[in-house]
Every structure is written in structure tokens, then in C-alpha cells.
């Protein structure tokens, strides 16, 4: 069964600075999906960016990057010049074509 | 994409009552997912739901406790029977676009009280 693995419950960073919140997960297959979701206090929760197990191309959206490590089964997501709407739950997810699965989550407090 | 609706948005249920969930999309798709996320906590997957098939089920979850229904292909109900207060939590529909599994989408969740 696959498994994911955030290893840092809250995390803060200052406005207009970086921070990069860790990921690992646990697959015996070689072609998956990986996604990094965020939950504001609305609830919704919002694809930030995911990245293709087969791509060796890190993903990135406008301030959000990841570093996807496949052979050590990592995948961080930095977030750049960090604002005060980023001030949600992270979680990191790992879908195949069965379902998806998330970690237990990164609760980041954006600092003014 | 995918524009999900969910109602209600949130309900306060008395013990050993049953509260039904509708999950509405806007297109068709073929894969649709029930989550439960409790206070403070992750996303837990409860069931998949195929149009045309039976519900699957992940370990910890029964169809006697979160009967589902999957009519068609734009539609799903989720019912939590017999609640009791351990059952309040979020409960989140979630579909894949047509594209698979690199694109799911969410709705708004059921906010789950239960007395």
C-alpha cells in the first residue's frame, strides 16, 4: 500500500521569505502522480501543483516549486516570497489509477 | 475541470440519527471518491464509487455504516448511518476529470456535527 509521509506538522515563515515543506512517500510502482494540496480555513481544498512520476522535470507554478527526488521517494514543495493567503493546511498526495492518498499534513502560518 | 457541489454544507444531527450527502458535477466522470477528514486532521479515503458498480471500500469502513449510490455519472450520495458524535467530521466528494488520475478535483465538504 502506498504511503505518505509529511514529517513536520506547522511550520512559519516570515513574509516575502522561502520555505520549503518535506514530503516522502512509499510505492512499488513506477508510474504515479504526485500533488501538493492546500486547505485554507474555507476548507476547499486546492491543487497548488502535481507533478508526473515519469517527468524528471521538477513542476512549478509561479512561486510554488518542488524538488522531486523518485529514487529517494521525496517530494518538497518550496514556496517563494511567501504571502500572507499562503497561510493554510499543506498536504502532500500521491495518486495512482486507483485513488489517492494524502499525508497527514503542514499546517504554515505566514508571518507579517 | 470539474465544478463540484455539495449539500448540505453542514448539518448538527442528533445520536443514532442517518444524514444523506449529495455530491452534484458539472460534466461526467467515470471515477468518484468519498473522504472523511475529522477535526484537525488528514484526508482519509472511505470509498470509490463507479457508476454502473458497486461502492468499494476501504478497511475501516462498511456499506451498512456509508451506504452510497452512484446513479449516474454526474451524481453521488454518501449516507452516515446510525451516527454517533465520533462520526463528526468533513466529509469531502472528489472526482477525476476526464484526464485520470493527474487531476482531481474537490468539493466544498459537508461540515458533520452529530450530538
Known amino acids: 500500500a502506498q504511503t505518505v509521509t509529511q514529517s513536520q506538522p506547522e511550520m512559519s515563515v516570515q513574509e516575502a521569505e522561502t520555505v520549503t515543506l518535506s514530503c516522502t512517500y512509499d510505492?512499488?510502482?513506477?508510474?504515479?502522480?504526485l500533488f501538493w494540496y492546500k486547505q485554507p480555513p474555507s476548507r476547499q481544498m486546492i491543487l497548488v501543483i502535481r507533478q508526473e512520476a515519469y517527468k524528471q522535470q521538477n513542476a512549478t507554478e509561479n512561486r510554488f516549486s518542488v524538488n522531486f527526488q523518485k529514487a529517494a521517494k521525496s517530494f518538497s514543495l518550496k514556496i517563494s516570497d511567501s504571502q500572507l493567503g499562503d497561510t493554510a493546511m499543506y498536504f502532500c498526495?500521491?495518486?495512482?489509477?486507483?485513488?489517492?492518498?494524502f499525508g497527514a499534513g503542514t499546517r504554515l502560518t505566514v508571518k507579517p | 475541470s470539474a465544478v463540484i457541489s455539495q449539500k448540505p454544507s453542514r448539518d448538527i444531527c442528533q445520536r443514532g440519527t442517518s444524514l444523506t450527502i449529495q455530491c452534484q458535477v458539472d460534466?461526467?466522470?467515470?471515477?468518484m471518491f468519498w473522504y472523511r477528514q475529522q477535526p484537525g486532521q488528514s484526508l482519509t479515503l472511505i470509498a470509490t464509487?463507479?457508476?454502473?458498480?458497486?461502492?468499494?471500500?476501504e478497511s475501516g469502513f462498511v456499506i451498512d455504516k456509508f451506504p452510497i449510490s452512484r446513479p449516474n455519472l454526474t451524481f453521488s450520495t454518501l449516507t452516515v448511518s446510525n451516527m454517533s458524535p465520533e462520526d463528526s467530521s468533513i466529509y469531502l466528494c472528489s472526482v477525476w476529470a476526464d484526464r485520470g488520475p493527474d487531476t482531481q478535483y474537490f468539493g466544498p465538504g459537508t461540515r458533520l456535527t452529530v450530538l
Open positions: 460534466s461526467q466522470v467515470t471515477m
Open positions: 498526495a500521491f495518486s495512482n489509477n486507483n485513488d489517492m492518498r
Open positions: 464509487a463507479n457508476q454502473g458498480s458497486e461502492a468499494t471500500y
Open positions: 510505492t512499488s510502482e513506477s508510474n504515479y502522480y
